[in-house]
């Protein structure tokens, strides 16, 4: 399986993604902001980081890249995508996830890690969790606090698209939000990084788990 | 204005001026004086430091580049290497704490990539005065945040560092980045110019007035005019630097380049100059060429401008277009900006006409000043302590609860998790332990790394401060079981021009330096940041000293946290020495800062932090640390709220050190030990026995075990009452739960 990594200018949890791509025993395909191109990629990573320096609003200038063109074909035909931190404010900012992602309330960059509860395990990332398990993960951000309009969040819970919730909320997200996806369940969006939990010389290989998910997914 | 106004302007003194006009034959015109000016500072040219700095050992087995480059470089094994050095942004961050230390960060990002390394991590020496005065605090705020800003984003992780508090730093605080980069020995890049016609290369930003006179600021005390010197401050975008590292990153594995050097202090001026004299050629400017920010500029501006995020870069002429096209693939400014040639002049050229032309070996190597050693007459009154004067705790538990939520001892928690620590992936031991562990992608290796100082030790005692603080980095990295293989350093005193200032400078690295010997611990880089004075006076003599360590098995590594009910803990290297002579117990319990802290043995020192590190290694031991700031007692408290595990001392473990002294608070919270915690299975406690021999000396002072820290009569608290006391946040409300006394 191809699982491509977008490479936005100042995108900086590329290289960590593309090596837990290999970690799984996928093929890590870099996808470069310029190059209106996907490659051939069978599932596509948006990796963390401050694209463009997030100098404006974290994603909102990585979102009109010439990637983002097939790749926004690529996630409303129904391929698999996985936004994780900068990549899930990225993919906010072009509409393909509602919601946006807020200053956090404590006003301070905050790296640690949290237990997340797995609330769906119906979508291409989440298929190897179980429902209701609880995993620790790393988180690195200054703008992760989720942020949607009363109808939105209630549409969100009611059809099942809170993927991850924080068990201890860190940064003031609504409903304790840590990952959703769309309607299509296809295109998921998490504050939290999968891949640094990848390797058991980091002390652990939590992050696999959502990691591998989308490889059994292609399986099937 | 005159002329001896003009060159006093510059910094430059009426002996250096007519240095000038003697090596130069003639007068010098205001650019060529302003490029004297800013490499003749003490920032740039070392003038004061120099004859000293040559005192510390610099080779090794390891070593693949000492002091002389942008960094030092050593050796790790499996064809890798690691640069190295720690750099000051004491000045800049005085005044504009936010930029000031993120372009610190930046600074020494770039001085890593120069050598051709990818910058994998980066550490903090912080300094600043008591939290209670609202300036210190805001100065804290935002050189947190400026270090948070510029490194989070980026991408490379901040892994470790270290901060106090003392009223000597008010309004001069201490702001030193380290950053550690890796890379194949193979690829190693020097700074050296070669071949004529060969073209220089500017790659980065555009070039503003930014930073114009930073080099000569940083070299001057600071006063209240210093805050109208804003603008002398540069602005750091870390999204340009990121682009910057990735780009040269390419260029070198495609290599496109001659050589490569980073743009810091007196920014073109300096590089330029630099890597003309290492390669005994000249190199031409045209200030015409370079991209700028803004119109008017003056070729002396272009020439002395430090605008951040710019590299400058030697090229073969046939390589020039390939160059410039991988740069602008990164979306940065390119451009020709002259060429290497016979003359060894830095001449500058505008419109096609020489503005200035100046021999590049004369600008590199400034007068050195060697200045009388006079012990100043403070030591003999602060070394006296009376302990009769210094009364025991009455209430031992309320005595630990006060020095474990101090700032000085306190958890770095609340700054650590501003900064991210992750990214890249290669983080095996986290912030909060006595060094970060690194991995090597790929491999088994890790390295180690710790940034320390001593400044009140050093105050009080220069020459054993300096070594202290060697010793203390020797034991931090031992106790995580990595082997210390070199050292960078950052010397922060005050003037040298004062009689204290220089015997400061003298004395601690007299100290330094032998003990950098015994330990065989090279220093391969480093930087000097003198006159670090304010109108109330100078701050602590402050050397800061980042040391690398290897680990062969990356996976054998200690951490201080308590990790299984019923380990016994045990304490490796004599007791007798203690003292609280210079202590932190000293100054947070009874508000004193005196004595004379035991001058460290060495060599003792050096056997049982081989030892333990052995012990490490071996895979015999997994909990380890090392006795430091508040003794014993606070050590064991840091073990047992890392790992949630309390621990309950046996009675009479306590003797081993008040034997001699005949008092609890010495042994419990009196420093200068060189001591090591362990905590190993007790079915182990026999084999631990055997492996530590007879020749140091050890004791079994408790079990793991419960939520409570227990000794004897004197100390019962329980965990959580401990950990609301150590997990305060720094940046909360002023003083926190501590009571001023």
Redesign the interface.
């Known amino acids: 399986m191809r699982i491509g990594v977008t490479i936005f ?2 995108s ?2 590329d ?2 993604a593309l ?2 791509i290999e970690r799984i025993g996928a093929e890590p395909v870099e996808l470069w902001h ?1 190059d209106a191109d996907l490659k051939r990629a069978d599932a596509v990573l948006v990796p ?3 694209s ?4 404006l609003r974290p994603g909102a200038i990585a979102r009109f890249a010439r990637v983002m063109e097939p790749l926004e074909d690529f996630a409303r035909s129904g391929g698999p995508v996985l936004g994780v931190c900068n990549g899930f404010q990225v993919l906010t900012e072009a509409h393909l996830l509602p919601g946006a992602l807020l200053r956090n309330t404590g006003m ?5 890690r949290v237990r997340v509860r797995v609330e769906a395990t119906d979508t291409p990332w989440t298929a190897l969790c179980d429902p209701g398990e609880e995993l620790t993960l ?1 988180i ?1 951000h ?1 703008e992760g606090n989720y942020f949607a309009d009363p109808g939105t969040l209630a549409r969100l819970e009611d059809e099942g698209r809170v993927v991850l919730r924080y068990l201890e909320n860190p940064n003031g997200s609504a409903n304790d939000v840590a990952g959703i996806c769309n309607e299509g369940r296809n295109v998921v969006g998490v504050m939290p ?1 999968p ?2 939990v ?2 058991p ?3 652990s290989e939590e992050g696999l788990k959502i990691l591998r998910s989308v490889l059994a997914g292609a399986r099937v | 204005m005159s002329l001896k106004e003009t060159y006093g302007s510059l910094g430059l003194s009426d002996f250096e001026y007519d240095r000038i006009l003697e090596l130069l034959g003639r007068p010098p015109n205001y650019l060529e004086l302003s490029l004297f000016s800013v490499m003749w500072s003490e920032h740039c040219g070392y003038k004061n430091s120099r004859p000293l700095l040559g005192r510390f050992p610099n080779d090794g087995a390891r070593v693949l580049q000492g002091p002389g480059e942008n960094a030092g470089v050593v050796e790790v094994g499996g064809g890798w290497a690691l640069a190295f050095k720690v750099e000051s942004h004491n000045h800049p961050s005085a005044v504009e704490p936010y930029e000031g230390a993120a372009t610190g960060v930046g600074g020494i990002i770039r001085d890593i990539l120069a050598m051709g390394a990818r910058p994998v991590a980066l550490l903090d020496s912080l300094r600043f005065g008591p939290l209670e005065e609202e300036r210190n605090r805001y100065l804290m705020g935002e050189v947190v945040r400026g270090i948070g800003g510029y490194g989070n984003a980026v991408g490379v992780p901040t892994v470790g560092g270290e901060v106090e508090f003392a009223a000597a730093y008010s309004g001069n605080p201490l702001v030193n980045a380290m950053c550690v980069g890796l890379i194949r020995t193979e690829d190693l890049v020097r700074s050296r110019a070669t071949g004529e016609g060969n073209l220089v290369v500017l790659i980065g930003s555009k070039t503003g007035r930014d930073g114009i006179h930073g080099a000569t600021f940083a070299s001057d005390e600071l006063t209240e005019e210093s805050e109208s010197r804003r603008s002398n401050v540069q602005v750091g975008d870390p999204f340009c630097e990121k682009m910057v590292i990735e780009c040269c990153l390419e260029l070198l594995r495609n290599e496109l380049l001659v050589s490569l050097q980073d743009l810091g202090a007196a920014g073109i001026t300096s590089s330029a100059s630099e890597m003309a004299a290492k390669g005994g050629v000249g190199i031409e400017i045209e200030t015409d060429k370079v991209p700028l920010r803004e119109s008017g500029m003056e070729p002396y501006e272009v020439m002395i401008s430090e605008s951040q995020e710019r590299m400058l870069a030697v090229v073969e002429p046939g390589k020039a277009e390939e160059t410039l096209r991988i740069v602008r693939r990164y979306g940065l400014v390119g451009s020709v900006v002259g060429r290497v040639s016979g003359h060894g002049d830095l001449r500058v050229i505008h419109d096609e006409e020489v503005v200035g032309s100046v021999p590049a070996e004369l600008l590199t190597d400034a007068p050195t000043y060697e200045r009388d050693v006079v012990r100043p007459g403070y030591l003999d009154e602060v070394q006296m302590l009376d302990l009769e004067a210094v009364p025991e705790p009455e209430d031992y538990n309320a005595a630990l609860l006060r020095m474990l939520s101090h700032p000085n001892l306190c958890s770095r928690r609340s700054i650590f998790e501003q900064y991210d620590h992750e990214v890249g992936t290669d983080t095996v031991v986290s912030p909060g332990a006595d060094a970060a562990v690194m991995r090597i992608k790929g491999t088994g290796l890790g390295f180690a790394i710790s940034t320390d100082g001593r400044g009140r030790h050093c105050y009080l005692d220069p020459k054993g401060g300096g070594a202290a603080t060697v010793a203390e980095a020797y034991r931090n990295l031992s106790c995580v079981g990595a082997e210390p293989v070199a050292a960078t350093d950052c010397l922060n005193f005050g003037s040298p021009e004062k009689k204290e200032g220089y015997y400061h400078l003298a004395a601690c690295v007299e100290g330094m330096a032998g003990a950098c010997e015994v330990f065989g611990t090279p220093v391969v880089s480093g930087n000097v940041s003198l006159y670090n004075e304010t109108e109330s006076g100078a701050v602590y003599p402050t050397p800061v000293v980042g040391m690398v360590g290897l680990l062969e098995d990356v996976r054998r590594h200690a951490t201080p946290a308590f990790k299984r009910e019923r380990d016994v803990v045990v304490v490796i290297g004599s007791g007798a020495r203690v003292s609280l002579a210079g202590s932190d117990y000293l100054e947070i319990v009874h508000g004193r800062v005196a004595g004379r802290p035991p001058e460290p043995d060495l060599e003792a020192e050096k056997k049982v932090a081989d030892l333990v590190r052995e012990l490490v290694r071996s895979g015999f031991v997994d909990t380890a640390h090392d006795v430091s700031g508040g003794g014993e007692i606070c050590a064991v408290a840091e073990m047992a709220l890392a790992g949630g595990l309390g621990i309950e001392y046996e009675e009479g473990a306590l003797e081993r050190t008040t034997a001699p002294q005949g008092r609890a608070d010495i042994a419990l919270f009196g420093e200068g030990s060189g001591a090591f915690i362990v905590a190993v299975p007790e079915e182990r406690w026999g084999d631990l026995q055997e492996a530590v021999g007879g020749d140091v000396a050890y004791g079994r002072i408790g079990t793991v075990g419960g939520e409570r820290i227990r000794v004897g009569d004197l100390i019962d608290v329980s965990l959580p009452e401990l950990r609301t006391a150590y997990e305060r946040d720094l940046f909360g409300a002023p003083g926190g739960a501590e009571v001023a006394h």
């Open positions: 200018p100042g900086n949890c290289r960590d090596h837990a310029a963390g980081g401050f463009y320096g997030d100098y301070r960059f905050v790296c640690k790393p690195a200054n990084h891949e640094r990848s390797d010389a980091l002390g």
